[in-house]
């Protein structure tokens, strides 16, 4: 927290009371990480674990000097105390010669920068605490493992010897330990203004109180605006984004959404949207895929965090403003949704006509997936691939700018600024992140049947919303263009 923003270090150490509540989608990430911190403790088995928890430190730190002198041959989560920093290391292997190796477990695929600060600060502190570190290691996930039977985590992780790369960080973390030291002493909470390290390298907690003087569609939200010019227009004073001065150095598309804000007057291209619907072919089939993305592979033949869907919604219109009909699978999450949910997509879409999709790439190649999964379905799925289009394009490539998108063309966006009465508020899911976090749930046998039931109702919900959305966006376009048309 310190290396990120020292006012960071200074809220979590005295307002605490800031943080908010953890969101269910943050409690799924902690769940997952530990799930996988479990698995890597079998790669050294005979350890033991300390298992007091955070209220309870003295007694952790106690256990783990009896396991130090006794005879464990690893501990996990070794609790020490040095120079006022307290650390809790993943793995602590002993060796035959008296010395320990000091192993880090990431749920990442890959040695980060930060991870390496993450685990030089642990090697200071054990060594200080009178442990001989022998070698370090950082333990990450194989991406290129494939799930076949029970996973073994010799296959699962990979590991990397970072004893150097510690080593040599170690005289910049004490004399960054000194600063956080003096931030710490004060009564007074850091002034330092928000920036791109509010959310890098991790998303800061306390947010939600140092941005509270931001404004609503503020210089923060302009489409690809860098960092530095974010500053420049900070340090003249100026958040909201209707107030940069019109000599302000902004990219074609910017000064753009920079217009709209100020007339408050929608941009319109009809003849660029005339010629996205022009490719449309019908009958037109608007395809919405949810998935799951787990770190632990669920199901053969899968790899760490792949997407696996497990629901679909399609509503198809014969022509122009026809009344949709809506097919939609859900899967009942006791095996591997995906040989079902390929059968439901050839049985249902039709040999002619587009799929739309709103942002298709993330459709597209999960059909792609699917057809390299399963052989069977793979000539009828490959066919869809060329018959995809992306309704987000003609907001995406400015053809159709409305100021209450404020800069952006997601479809949470553009829904309710064109089709006021449909809206995802107030649904139990609203959102990808809310679908994934139910059918989690689902899996994981803890639910009633009535909240199994009731769980499966609010995803069909969701889903098919997304698709009708779509159904709405492009009878919305097809009215732009009629009406032009007619005028």
């Known amino acids: 927290m310190g290396l990120q923003c020292q006012k960071r270090l200074w809220l979590y150490n005295f307002r605490k009371d800031l943080i908010p509540p953890i969101d269910p989608s943050q409690q799924q990430i902690f769940d997952q990480g530990h799930a996988i911190g479990e698995l890597a403790r079998n790669y050294f088995p005979g350890g033991v674990l300390v298992d007091a928890d955070y209220k309870h430190i003295p007694d952790a730190v106690k256990h783990t000097a009896e396991l130090v002198t006794g005879k464990a041959k690893g501990i996990y989560e070794g609790t020490f105390i040095y120079d006022n920093v307290l650390v809790r290391a993943d793995i602590l292997k002993r060796n035959s010669d008296g010395t320990w190796d000091l192993i880090e477990v990431k749920g990442s695929t890959e040695v980060k920068d930060e991870h390496l600060y993450d685990v030089a600060i642990q090697r200071h502190v054990i060594e200080g605490a009178g442990i001989k570190i022998r070698k370090v290691e950082l333990m990450h996930i194989d991406n290129t493992f494939v799930k076949e039977g029970e996973i073994d985590p010799k296959d699962f992780f990979k590991r990397q010897d970072i004893t150097k790369e510690t080593e040599e960080l170690i005289p910049e973390i004490k004399e960054h330990l000194k600063d956080f030291v003096k931030t710490l002493s004060s009564s007074k909470e850091p002034k330092i203004e928000i920036g791109q390290h509010c959310s890098s390298p991790y998303q800061c907690d306390f947010c939600g109180h140092c941005w509270k003087h931001v404004p609503e569609y503020s210089i923060y939200d302009v489409p690809r605006l860098s960092w530095d010019k974010k500053e420049a227009l900070r340090e003249m004073g100026i958040l909201k984004f ?172 553009v829904l309710p600024a064109l089709i006021p009465d449909m809206t995802y508020k107030g649904m139990a899911v609203a959102n990808g992140g809310d679908a994934q976090i139910a059918y989690l749930n689902i899996l994981s046998g803890k639910l009633p049947p009535d909240a199994v039931a009731k769980t499966r109702k609010d995803l069909i919900a969701y889903c098919g919303q997304d698709t009708l959305a779509m159904v709405k966006i492009l009878d919305h376009l097809n009215d732009i263009v009629l009406w032009s048309a007619n005028k």
């Open 242 to 413: 209707r107030d940069v001065p019109e000599d302000f150095d902004l990219n074609d598309g910017q000064r753009l959404y920079w217009q709209v804000e100020r007339t408050g007057q929608t941009v319109l291209d009809k003849a660029r949207i005339q010629e996205f619907l022009g490719r449309l072919e019908y009958p037109i089939c608007h395809i919405d895929f949810e998935t799951i993305m787990p770190g632990l592979p669920l199901y053969d033949g899968t790899h760490p965090y792949q997407q696996i869907p497990f629901q679909v919604s399609l509503h198809i219109q014969d022509k122009p403003g026809a009344k949709p009909k809506h097919f939609e699978f859900l899967a009942d999450g006791k095996a591997d949704p995906r040989p079902a949910l390929a059968q439901f997509l050839v049985s249902n879409i039709g040999p002619k006509g587009t799929l739309l999709a709103y942002n298709a790439s993330f459709e597209a190649k999960r059909i792609e997936e699917l057809a390299e999964a399963f052989p069977k379905h793979k000539k009828a799925l490959l066919a869809l691939l060329p018959r995809i289009e992306d309704l987000m394009k003609p907001f995406q490539q400015r053809a159709y700018i409305h100021p209450k998108f404020q800069g952006r063309y997601s479809i949470k966006n």
